[in-house]
Protein backbone atom coordinates (compact mmCIF):
# COMPACT_ATOMS: atom_id res chain seq x y z
CA UNK A 1 0.00 0.00 0.00
CA UNK A 2 1.73 3.42 -1.03
CA UNK A 3 2.08 5.65 1.99
CA UNK A 4 -0.77 9.18 2.41
CA UNK A 5 0.07 12.32 3.91
CA UNK A 6 -2.66 13.58 5.92
CA UNK A 7 -4.65 16.76 5.09
CA UNK A 8 -3.50 19.52 6.98
CA UNK A 9 -6.15 22.53 6.91
CA UNK A 10 -3.53 25.73 7.05
CA UNK A 11 -3.89 28.61 4.80
CA UNK A 12 -2.54 26.80 1.91
CA UNK A 13 -5.59 23.91 1.95
CA UNK A 14 -8.23 26.75 2.05
CA UNK A 15 -7.08 28.86 -0.91
CA UNK A 16 -7.14 24.99 -2.82
CA UNK A 17 -10.52 23.85 -1.56
CA UNK A 18 -12.15 27.18 -1.90
CA UNK A 19 -10.90 27.50 -5.59
CA UNK A 20 -9.29 29.93 -7.93
CA UNK A 21 -9.93 33.85 -7.93
CA UNK A 22 -13.63 34.48 -9.74
CA UNK A 23 -13.25 35.44 -13.39
CA UNK A 24 -15.85 37.30 -15.28
CA UNK A 25 -17.51 35.96 -18.39
CA UNK A 26 -15.47 36.18 -21.12
CA UNK A 27 -17.40 39.24 -22.62
CA UNK A 28 -17.11 41.48 -19.02
CA UNK A 29 -13.88 43.36 -18.05
CA UNK A 30 -12.06 41.48 -15.31
CA UNK A 31 -11.74 43.68 -12.01
CA UNK A 32 -7.59 43.06 -12.33
CA UNK A 33 -7.88 44.53 -15.68
CA UNK A 34 -9.48 48.09 -14.54
CA UNK A 35 -7.79 51.27 -12.77
CA UNK A 36 -7.48 51.29 -9.13
CA UNK A 37 -10.55 54.42 -9.16
CA UNK A 38 -13.07 52.23 -11.40
CA UNK A 39 -12.09 48.76 -9.28
CA UNK A 40 -12.90 50.55 -6.07
CA UNK A 41 -15.93 52.27 -7.22
CA UNK A 42 -17.57 48.59 -8.25
CA UNK A 43 -16.63 47.12 -5.19
CA UNK A 44 -17.93 49.86 -3.47
CA UNK A 45 -21.08 49.14 -5.47
CA UNK A 46 -21.51 45.40 -4.91
CA UNK A 47 -20.71 46.44 -1.11
CA UNK A 48 -23.76 48.66 -0.75
CA UNK A 49 -26.11 46.53 -2.73
CA UNK A 50 -24.51 43.20 -0.35
CA UNK A 51 -25.23 45.25 2.57
CA UNK A 52 -29.03 46.32 1.61
CA UNK A 53 -29.66 42.39 0.74
CA UNK A 54 -28.04 41.15 3.95
CA UNK A 55 -28.88 43.57 6.99
CA UNK A 56 -28.41 42.74 10.46
CA UNK A 57 -32.20 41.91 10.80
CA UNK A 58 -32.52 38.99 7.79
CA UNK A 59 -29.42 37.63 9.00
CA UNK A 60 -30.24 37.34 12.86
CA UNK A 61 -33.31 35.38 11.53
CA UNK A 62 -31.36 33.09 9.37
CA UNK A 63 -29.17 32.36 12.28
CA UNK A 64 -31.95 31.53 14.16
CA UNK A 65 -33.19 29.13 11.49
CA UNK A 66 -29.95 27.48 11.70
CA UNK A 67 -31.04 27.00 15.90
CA UNK A 68 -28.00 29.31 16.73
CA UNK A 69 -28.37 30.47 19.91
CA UNK A 70 -25.63 33.47 20.14
CA UNK A 71 -23.37 34.21 17.07
CA UNK A 72 -20.92 37.00 16.84
CA UNK A 73 -21.92 40.21 15.93
CA UNK A 74 -18.47 42.10 16.88
CA UNK A 75 -14.71 41.97 16.92
CA UNK A 76 -12.53 41.56 19.61
CA UNK A 77 -10.86 45.12 20.69
CA UNK A 78 -7.70 45.38 18.54
CA UNK A 79 -8.42 42.86 16.04
CA UNK A 80 -10.16 43.29 12.57
CA UNK A 81 -12.03 40.17 12.33
CA UNK A 82 -14.79 39.49 10.19
CA UNK A 83 -17.90 38.89 11.76
CA UNK A 84 -20.72 36.92 10.84
CA UNK A 85 -22.67 39.17 9.11
CA UNK A 86 -19.83 40.23 6.98
CA UNK A 87 -18.73 36.24 5.96
CA UNK A 88 -22.46 35.69 4.73
CA UNK A 89 -21.95 39.07 2.63
CA UNK A 90 -19.28 37.61 1.47
CA UNK A 91 -20.56 33.83 0.61
CA UNK A 92 -23.62 35.40 -0.62
CA UNK A 93 -21.31 37.24 -3.17
CA UNK A 94 -19.72 34.25 -4.35
CA UNK A 95 -23.20 32.01 -4.75
CA UNK A 96 -24.61 34.94 -6.41
CA UNK A 97 -21.41 35.06 -8.72
CA UNK A 98 -21.44 31.37 -9.65
CA UNK A 99 -25.25 30.94 -10.49
CA UNK A 100 -24.47 34.38 -13.00
CA UNK A 101 -21.82 33.16 -14.53
CA UNK A 102 -23.35 29.91 -15.39
CA UNK A 103 -26.86 31.70 -16.44
CA UNK A 104 -24.96 33.75 -19.11
CA UNK A 105 -22.93 30.87 -20.07
CA UNK A 106 -25.96 28.91 -21.30
CA UNK A 107 -27.47 31.89 -22.55
CA UNK A 108 -25.41 33.07 -24.77
CA UNK A 109 -24.81 28.94 -26.01
CA UNK A 110 -28.29 28.71 -26.39
CA UNK A 111 -28.96 31.92 -28.02
CA UNK A 112 -31.48 33.11 -26.07
CA UNK A 113 -32.30 36.99 -24.73
CA UNK A 114 -34.46 36.08 -21.66
CA UNK A 115 -33.59 33.93 -19.10
CA UNK A 116 -36.10 31.26 -18.41
CA UNK A 117 -36.92 28.49 -16.12
CA UNK A 118 -35.56 25.71 -18.07
CA UNK A 119 -31.93 27.46 -18.05
CA UNK A 120 -32.01 28.04 -14.43
CA UNK A 121 -33.29 24.80 -13.76
CA UNK A 122 -29.94 23.66 -16.54
CA UNK A 123 -27.71 25.95 -14.82
CA UNK A 124 -28.05 24.85 -11.17
CA UNK A 125 -27.77 21.29 -12.59
CA UNK A 126 -24.05 21.75 -12.11
CA UNK A 127 -24.39 22.89 -8.45
CA UNK A 128 -26.49 19.87 -7.43
CA UNK A 129 -29.65 22.16 -6.43
CA UNK A 130 -32.95 21.01 -7.70
CA UNK A 131 -35.55 23.28 -7.97
CA UNK A 132 -39.11 22.24 -6.20
CA UNK A 133 -41.96 23.63 -7.66
CA UNK A 134 -42.31 26.40 -10.55
CA UNK A 135 -40.64 30.10 -10.72
CA UNK A 136 -44.21 31.85 -11.70
CA UNK A 137 -44.34 33.74 -8.70
CA UNK A 138 -42.35 35.56 -6.06
CA UNK A 139 -41.46 33.55 -3.09
CA UNK A 140 -43.62 35.24 0.02
CA UNK A 141 -41.62 37.56 3.14
CA UNK A 142 -41.67 34.60 6.21
CA UNK A 143 -43.63 36.21 8.72
CA UNK A 144 -42.05 37.32 12.01
CA UNK A 145 -42.53 36.25 15.35
CA UNK A 146 -44.49 39.23 16.72
CA UNK A 147 -46.85 38.67 13.56
CA UNK A 148 -48.10 35.55 13.98
CA UNK A 149 -48.70 36.12 17.38
CA UNK A 150 -50.80 39.47 16.71
CA UNK A 151 -52.79 36.41 14.46
CA UNK A 152 -53.51 34.16 17.50
CA UNK A 153 -55.65 35.56 19.75
CA UNK A 154 -55.15 33.87 22.97
CA UNK A 155 -51.20 33.27 22.10
CA UNK A 156 -48.91 34.97 24.64
CA UNK A 157 -45.89 36.30 23.26
CA UNK A 158 -42.81 34.67 23.79
CA UNK A 159 -39.06 36.32 23.79
CA UNK A 160 -35.85 35.10 23.91
CA UNK A 161 -33.82 33.03 21.13
CA UNK A 162 -35.04 29.53 21.93
CA UNK A 163 -38.80 31.34 21.06
CA UNK A 164 -36.88 32.21 18.10
CA UNK A 165 -35.80 29.26 16.83
CA UNK A 166 -38.70 27.32 17.09
CA UNK A 167 -40.66 29.97 15.00
CA UNK A 168 -38.17 30.43 12.47
CA UNK A 169 -38.30 26.29 11.79
CA UNK A 170 -41.53 26.80 11.11
CA UNK A 171 -40.99 29.09 8.13
CA UNK A 172 -40.68 26.96 5.17
CA UNK A 173 -40.69 28.37 1.21
CA UNK A 174 -40.20 31.72 2.49
CA UNK A 175 -37.37 34.48 2.17
CA UNK A 176 -36.12 36.74 4.18
CA UNK A 177 -34.12 39.15 2.13
CA UNK A 178 -35.86 42.09 0.86
CA UNK A 179 -36.95 41.50 -2.93
CA UNK A 180 -36.56 45.22 -4.50
CA UNK A 181 -32.75 45.20 -3.23
CA UNK A 182 -32.33 41.79 -4.57
CA UNK A 183 -33.14 42.76 -8.06
CA UNK A 184 -30.93 45.24 -7.75
CA UNK A 185 -27.74 43.11 -6.54
CA UNK A 186 -28.87 40.60 -9.44
CA UNK A 187 -28.98 43.33 -12.26
CA UNK A 188 -25.05 44.38 -10.97
CA UNK A 189 -23.88 40.80 -11.31
CA UNK A 190 -25.80 40.10 -14.66
CA UNK A 191 -23.67 43.44 -15.61
CA UNK A 192 -20.38 41.81 -14.31
CA UNK A 193 -20.91 38.99 -16.48
CA UNK A 194 -21.81 40.39 -19.53
CA UNK A 195 -22.05 44.03 -21.70
CA UNK A 196 -25.38 42.93 -22.17
CA UNK A 197 -27.12 40.83 -19.98
CA UNK A 198 -30.07 38.97 -20.81
CA UNK A 199 -33.60 39.77 -19.25
CA UNK A 200 -34.83 37.73 -15.65
CA UNK A 201 -38.21 37.42 -15.03
CA UNK A 202 -39.91 37.99 -11.22
CA UNK A 203 -40.29 34.68 -10.97
CA UNK A 204 -36.63 33.66 -12.09
CA UNK A 205 -35.49 36.33 -9.19
CA UNK A 206 -37.01 35.08 -6.31
CA UNK A 207 -36.18 31.07 -7.14
CA UNK A 208 -32.28 32.37 -7.34
CA UNK A 209 -32.70 34.27 -3.97
CA UNK A 210 -34.66 31.29 -2.42
CA UNK A 211 -31.62 29.04 -3.28
CA UNK A 212 -29.12 31.33 -2.22
CA UNK A 213 -31.04 31.80 1.36
CA UNK A 214 -31.44 27.83 1.33
CA UNK A 215 -27.55 27.50 0.97
CA UNK A 216 -26.49 30.42 3.54
CA UNK A 217 -29.31 28.60 5.95
CA UNK A 218 -27.22 25.36 5.51
CA UNK A 219 -23.80 26.33 5.57
CA UNK A 220 -24.93 28.08 9.22
CA UNK A 221 -26.22 24.96 10.65
CA UNK A 222 -23.05 22.94 10.17
CA UNK A 223 -20.77 25.40 11.31
CA UNK A 224 -23.16 25.58 14.43
CA UNK A 225 -22.45 21.53 14.16
CA UNK A 226 -18.97 22.28 13.89
CA UNK A 227 -18.89 24.58 16.90
CA UNK A 228 -20.57 22.18 19.64
CA UNK A 229 -18.80 18.91 18.41
CA UNK A 230 -15.25 20.54 18.50
CA UNK A 231 -15.91 21.89 21.78
CA UNK A 232 -17.07 19.62 23.48
CA UNK A 233 -15.20 17.38 26.31
CA UNK A 234 -13.55 13.83 26.12
CA UNK A 235 -17.66 12.24 26.76
CA UNK A 236 -20.32 12.30 24.02
CA UNK A 237 -22.64 13.41 26.24
CA UNK A 238 -20.35 16.65 27.79
CA UNK A 239 -21.37 19.96 26.97
CA UNK A 240 -20.13 21.81 24.44
CA UNK A 241 -17.43 24.39 25.92
CA UNK A 242 -18.56 27.37 23.10
CA UNK A 243 -21.63 28.43 22.59
CA UNK A 244 -21.22 31.58 19.80
CA UNK A 245 -20.84 30.84 16.09
CA UNK A 246 -18.12 33.28 14.85
CA UNK A 247 -16.45 33.76 11.35
CA UNK A 248 -13.84 30.94 12.03
CA UNK A 249 -16.10 28.14 12.09
CA UNK A 250 -18.15 29.66 9.13
CA UNK A 251 -14.97 29.34 6.94
CA UNK A 252 -14.23 25.73 8.16
CA UNK A 253 -17.13 24.35 7.20
CA UNK A 254 -16.18 26.07 3.80
CA UNK A 255 -13.02 24.48 3.62
CA UNK A 256 -13.93 21.04 4.37
CA UNK A 257 -17.09 21.85 1.67
CA UNK A 258 -16.16 24.03 -1.14
CA UNK A 259 -14.75 20.84 -2.70
CA UNK A 260 -17.72 19.18 -2.98
CA UNK A 261 -20.49 21.89 -3.69
CA UNK A 262 -19.59 24.17 -6.75
CA UNK A 263 -21.71 26.63 -5.62
CA UNK A 264 -19.38 27.40 -2.92
CA UNK A 265 -15.68 27.45 -4.73
CA UNK A 266 -14.12 30.38 -5.26
CA UNK A 267 -11.93 32.89 -3.74
CA UNK A 268 -14.20 35.93 -1.33
CA UNK A 269 -14.09 39.29 -3.02
CA UNK A 270 -12.89 42.41 -1.13
CA UNK A 271 -15.35 44.16 0.24
CA UNK A 272 -15.20 48.45 1.82
CA UNK A 273 -15.96 47.91 5.50
CA UNK A 274 -18.17 50.70 6.50
CA UNK A 275 -16.47 51.58 9.63
CA UNK A 276 -13.11 52.41 7.50
CA UNK A 277 -15.55 54.23 5.59
CA UNK A 278 -16.93 56.35 8.45
CA UNK A 279 -13.14 56.95 10.21
CA UNK A 280 -11.57 58.20 6.75
CA UNK A 281 -14.74 60.83 6.00
CA UNK A 282 -16.99 61.06 8.90
CA UNK A 283 -17.41 61.23 12.33
CA UNK A 284 -14.95 58.81 13.14
CA UNK A 285 -12.28 60.80 11.60
CA UNK A 286 -13.19 63.78 13.67
CA UNK A 287 -12.94 61.76 16.59
CA UNK A 288 -9.96 60.53 15.86
CA UNK A 289 -8.45 63.84 15.12
CA UNK A 290 -9.75 65.33 18.46
CA UNK A 291 -8.20 61.94 20.53
CA UNK A 292 -4.97 62.77 22.17
CA UNK A 293 -3.23 59.96 20.95
CA UNK A 294 -3.53 61.22 17.67
CA UNK A 295 -2.50 64.69 17.72
CA UNK A 296 1.02 64.98 16.46
CA UNK A 297 3.29 66.52 19.30
CA UNK A 298 4.80 69.91 18.21
CA UNK A 299 8.27 70.39 17.32
CA UNK A 300 9.94 72.45 19.45
CA UNK A 301 11.10 76.07 17.82
CA UNK A 302 15.08 76.78 17.88
CA UNK A 303 14.58 79.44 20.21
CA UNK A 304 12.72 77.42 22.39
CA UNK A 305 15.53 74.06 22.52
CA UNK A 306 18.29 74.53 25.01
CA UNK A 307 21.52 74.57 24.27
CA UNK A 308 23.74 71.86 24.31
CA UNK A 309 26.23 71.60 26.98
CA UNK A 310 29.70 71.41 25.55
CA UNK A 311 31.93 69.15 26.18
CA UNK A 312 35.40 69.27 28.32
CA UNK A 313 37.25 68.49 25.21
CA UNK A 314 35.85 71.58 23.20
CA UNK A 315 35.92 73.89 25.94
CA UNK A 316 39.92 73.64 26.38
CA UNK A 317 39.85 73.82 22.76
CA UNK A 318 38.21 77.12 22.45
CA UNK A 319 40.32 78.30 25.72
CA UNK A 320 43.71 77.26 23.76
CA UNK A 321 42.49 79.04 20.57
CA UNK A 322 42.81 82.34 21.43
CA UNK A 323 46.44 82.10 22.77
CA UNK A 324 47.78 80.59 19.63
CA UNK A 325 46.71 83.44 18.08
CA UNK A 326 48.54 85.85 19.77
CA UNK A 327 51.60 83.98 19.47
CA UNK A 328 51.39 83.58 16.21
CA UNK A 329 50.72 87.39 16.29
CA UNK A 330 53.94 88.40 18.60
Known sequence: MPKTQAEIFDDNHAS???GGELLPHSQAERESK?????????????????????????????????GILSYATSSPVGEDLDVVLTTLQKIADVILFNVCFEICRLCEYL?????????????LKKFDVKLHGACEETHK????????????????VVKGAESEIEHESQNESCT????????????????????LPPKMTRGVISCIQFVME?????????????????????????????????????RSVLTVLAHRHPILSGRMRPLNDPRKLLDDSGEGGARAKASPKSTPTAKASPKSTPKA????KSTAKAKAAPKAKARAGT
Open 176 to 195: YFAFSAFVKIMRLYMQEQMT
Open 111 to 123: KKRTVTEDVLREA
Open 309 to 312: KASP
Open 214 to 250: SVLVEVLSKARYLMRQSTKGKKDTSSPGRTTVNSRDI
Open 34 to 66: LSPGQRKARIKDRSDLLRSVLKPESVRRMVRKA
Open 16 to 18: WAL
Open 141 to 156: SCPTLKKRNALAAEAH
